[in-house]
């Protein structure tokens, strides 16, 4: 005892049975449903005849394909229509609890599960889709899973597992005004590389990590699976506790004080030993921007775009349409997207409007829109009157959704365009094909909207002070 | 779950690491709520000039002639042969099922995506994991060698080279049962049945809010 990390604890406290060649059978608490990767394992469930374990320990929404405008008007594309239809009838048929797409509470998966409380910290959570890292910020052990496994574990509450390595990153110090945790998530994938994490948990830690909101602690972790880690995690606090107290699925009364008692406990041990450990000084972490089409391919803001040689850098530059050597800056953008589950929640939209406030959108951009993560989100931000400032300065303020940061609904790039984004995946084709996208913090983008171009948002944070 | 059986096939390669299944297959084909059919649209942005939508036949689309997949001596191909952290991003299973549909068996690479790797043993597909230098050694031999074949025996975890030269691969003694056997995971785990209802009994115990029933 004592010397547990906290993924060592997590995994532990779930593990219900251990094969001779080292895989776990781990109990899974938790489930989230999207529409894209769930219709072949409810129907595997249906081919086989098999019900759901524990049906309402799974909560389904809608997010992928649904439209961010005219929702009343249904979704127009009839494939995008039938998965959603799909969604709703499977879990209507399997008893599985759904949260309708004209419901205020609807949104994308992974801003709707802390939200409403479906995540809570010490579970264990999956759901076909890799960002489920999100939500280890609750210190949830919380993974990506196929669709296989999706079926597996609507069947069996269970899934089966290798223990994964332990990794720990650090980042002492303080963040700069004007740096935020996108910024800092980005630059330890720009350290260790889009594989750096493979096979590995990563636990966020040091005194950054700590100053963090819950929020902006979401973010760190969702981008883990682009560090290659399946899952991130930071320990429970004070914070967590205050996030999670009083969300509509969040235990009330004599289970409150019971559950907290367990989620304080729920740290990596001081002695506890990690497989490697990553160490980040955050005074010198400046905004970031990627160049390339990995998440990996960043650059600080105003440093010049990579010299070509190897392969990858050339057809990462020539895909993107830039010139080595050159400034970012001067090349202009056409299209600004706000939102994606790394960065759609309430204080990401707060700061950004904060950027944009009494400015304009640059006459050269085609369209800049903000895509709240959740109805409840844009509630909260119209009540707080950040749908006027955007809409004031020129952008679109939208449906909440997956929307432009895959694009599979009518939100996209075409061909050429070159895009400031707050999501998570710069791949080739990944908001469009042939569209460009940088990968950057909300006040990063809310700046680059207003000029038309990149710039570097600590100098108009001084100009407003 | 269909068994996996020896096989010896033709080599294709394509040099490129961080391939991401977005590459693999692209979103708009998610759309489809059936496992099968995605084989046409694999690397869809590389392998055709146009773009591609879902349920439209790919028989008269202009190709991509300079993309491997398109060339002449690849044509046939069940082994494909890559590079580091395959399969990376999205963790859609459809990746998989359209590198299956389109006839690969086996993928063979310095590194895989987690999520990746895992889904490939769920649909009979064996991916490899050799060190990088043999990799190396691999992409000169497929490059120099028009219809580079290669023999995969899983049972003695070989690789058969046409030279007569053998490679070893490791891999999970489960996994490797589960794609031998063509077994069913689920019906596996259903046999723990017992187990895990005592489990659960315990957890309930200890964390009784997580049992809260989700009303929505
Ligand atoms: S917002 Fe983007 S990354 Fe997040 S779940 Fe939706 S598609 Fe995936």
Known sequence: MGTKTLYDKLWDSHLIHEDENGNGLLYIDRQLIHEVTSPQAFEGLRLSDRKPWRASANLAVADHNIPTENRDKGIADPVSALQVET????????????????????????????????????MTIVCGDSHTATHGALGALAFGIGTS????????????????????????????????AKDLVLCIIKKIGTAGGTGHTIEFAGEVVESLSVEERMTVCNMAIEAGARAGLIAVDEKTINYVKGRPFSPKGELWDKAIAYWKTLFSDADAKFDSIVSLDGNSIVPQITWGTSPEMGMDVGEAIPIAGKEEIENAL?????????SLSDYKLDKIFIGSCTNSRIEDLRTAAEIVKGHKVADTIKIAMVVPGSGEVKNKAESEGLDKIFMEAGFEWRE?????????????????ERCASTSNRNFEG????????????????????????????REILKAVV | MEKFSNIRGIVAPIDRANVDTDAIIPKQFLKSIKRTGFGPNLFDEWRYLDIGEPGVSCDNRPLNNDFVLNQD??????ILLTRNNFGCGSSREHAPWAIKDYGFRVLIAPSFADIFYNNCFKNGLLPIVLEESKIDDLFQSVHATPGFEMAIDLNNQKIQLSAGENISFNIDGYKKSCLMNGLDEIGQTMEKKEIIQSFERQHKKLSPWIFEDLVV
């Open chain 1, 400 to 416: 909440p959704g997956c929307s432009m940061c895959l694009a599979m609904n009518a939100d996209r790039l075409e061909s050429g």
């Open chain 1, 430 to 457: 990944r908001q469009g094909q042939g569209g460009r996208t940088h990968l950057v913090s909300p006040i990063m983008a809310a700046a680059a909207a207003v000029n038309g171009h990149f710039v570097d948002v």
């Open chain 1, 149 to 180: 496994e999706v079926e597996h574990v609507m069947a069996t509450q269970c899934l089966i597992q290798n223990k994964s390595k332990n990794m720990l990153v650090k980042v002492d110090g303080q963040l700069q005004k004007g740096v935020t």
């Open chain 2, 73 to 78: 001596r690849y044509q046939g191909s069940s």
């Open chain 1, 318 to 326: 020539e895909y993107m349409g830039l010139t080595n050597g050159g």
């Open chain 1, 87 to 122: 969604l709703v009838n499977n879990c209507k048929a399997f008893h599985v609890p759904y949260i309708p797409m004209d419901d205020e509470r609807q949104g994308i998966v992974h801003v709707v599960g802390p939200e409403q409380g479906a995540t809570l910290p010490g």
